[in-house]
């Protein structure tokens, strides 16, 4: 497994959760890796990306509720997200890149819930 996702769950609108996604020290320092998220019928959408050099993006939907970091002692990014709505809920997948000037892959961890009620 090359990226291992946690931290999904329920949350009452409001409220946060942290997600994180492990990777090894190779992929680690060579790529941009980021969070997708897909809710039922609609398509994958980027969340938040971090590059190799901190450089981020972040979807307009959750600009100033939600932040991307990484841990790189731990070889480990976290999407921090407050202010949670119902329409964050949705499956959430870990995602890394080759960053520029990198030979291109690709790698998906598994998904993990994230439910935000009402």
């Known amino acids: 497994v090359q990226l291992q996702a946690s931290g999904g769950g329920m949350v009452q609108a409001g409220g946060s959760l942290r997600l994180s996604c492990a990777t090894s020290?190779?992929?680690?320092?060579?790529?941009?890796m980021g969070w997708y998220r897909q809710a039922p019928g609609k398509e994958r959408e980027l969340v938040a990306a971090?590059?190799?050099?901190?450089?981020?993006n972040y979807a307009d939907s959750v600009k100033g509720r939600f932040t991307i970091s990484r841990e790189n002692a731990k070889n480990t990014i976290y999407l921090q997200m407050n202010l949670l709505e119902p329409g964050d809920t949705a499956v959430y997948y870990c995602?890394?890149?080759?960053?520029?000037?990198?030979?291109?892959?690709?790698?998906w961890g598994q998904g993990t819930q994230v439910t935000v009620s009402s």
């Open positions: 995602n890394a890149r080759a960053d520029i000037g990198m030979a291109p892959y690709e790698y």
């Open positions: 020290p190779s992929i680690a320092s060579r790529s941009v």
């Open positions: 971090i590059s190799s050099g901190d450089n981020t």
